[in-house]
């Protein structure tokens, strides 16, 4: 089954605020990943982490791969309106190129004007 | 840049029906997937296939059948349509490597009556 709880399941917030996300597993994985979904659209990657404690940023988005390989986070600053969506965490147990990822449940981040 | 390409989009089926969903890549990517989307429940993996030839069943296999036809295509096909695979079905690929990125289609969005 799903290993991945991932909170909090929806966020509504005003424009120009911060939004926090995580994910936390009961098992260790070797890559944590970022998706994000449009509205009638596939899951779209957003960044890509691979070593604990790794701390990256793509535009206003940072994650990081938690320390213990158990837990990532994603952090978006100064939302704006296109932020909206769903937002997917995903982890890799494996190092094989064709590892299976496993999905969080996602964040629906509405964002308000 | 077609990417990802899925047929049907949208699809009404009553309970018995079979039918059969189809993927194709253009990306000369080795593996490819099958995720179906339920609320609160993430993406679950159906089948996968990590390379021409090969097939492995995912997370959710239950009900559903799959052909890798040869690289660029991988078909989903539901033999006898239950109301609980009513969801959303992504097909994705990736390419080779520990940075092989998940490419999602648009979805086909499936109604079991």
């Known amino acids: 089954g799903q290993q991945l709880n991932q909170s909090p399941q929806s966020m509504f917030i005003q424009e120009g605020e911060d939004v926090s996300m995580n994910c936390t597993s009961s098992?260790?994985?070797?890559?944590w990943l970022w998706y994000k979904q449009d509205p009638g659209e596939g899951p779209v990657l957003l960044i890509a982490?691979?070593?604990?404690?790794e701390l990256t940023s793509n535009g206003r988005l940072t994650a990081q791969f938690g320390i213990t390989r158990k837990d990532s986070f994603l952090n978006i600053s100064a939302s704006i309106p296109s932020d909206v969506g769903i937002y997917f965490c995903?982890?890799?147990?494996?190092?094989?190129?064709?590892?299976?990822?496993?999905f969080g449940a996602g964040t629906q981040v509405v964002v308000t004007p | 840049n077609a990417g990802v390409t899925q047929t049907p989009k949208f699809q009404v089926l009553k309970t018995g029906q079979s039918m059969t969903l189809q993927c194709a890549q253009d990306m000369n990517h080795n593996s490819m997937y099958w995720y179906r989307q339920d609320p609160g429940m993430g993406l679950r993996l159906i089948y996968y296939?990590?390379?021409?030839?090969?097939?492995d069943k995912g997370e959710v296999p239950n009900g559903y059948n799959v052909s890798r036809l040869n690289k660029r295509e991988f078909s989903l096909r539901l033999e006898s349509a239950a109301p609980s695979q009513t969801s959303v079905y992504f097909c994705?690929?990736?390419?080779?490597?520990?940075?092989?990125?998940?490419?999602f289609g648009e979805g086909s969005r499936l109604t079991v009556l």
């Open positions: 296939s990590a390379s021409e030839g090969t097939t």
């Open positions: 994705a690929s990736r390419s080779t490597g520990l940075t092989g990125e998940l490419f």
């Open positions: 982490l691979y070593k604990a404690g």
């Open positions: 995903a982890g890799q147990l494996g190092t094989d190129s064709w590892g299976k990822l496993q």
């Open positions: 098992s260790i994985f070797n890559t």
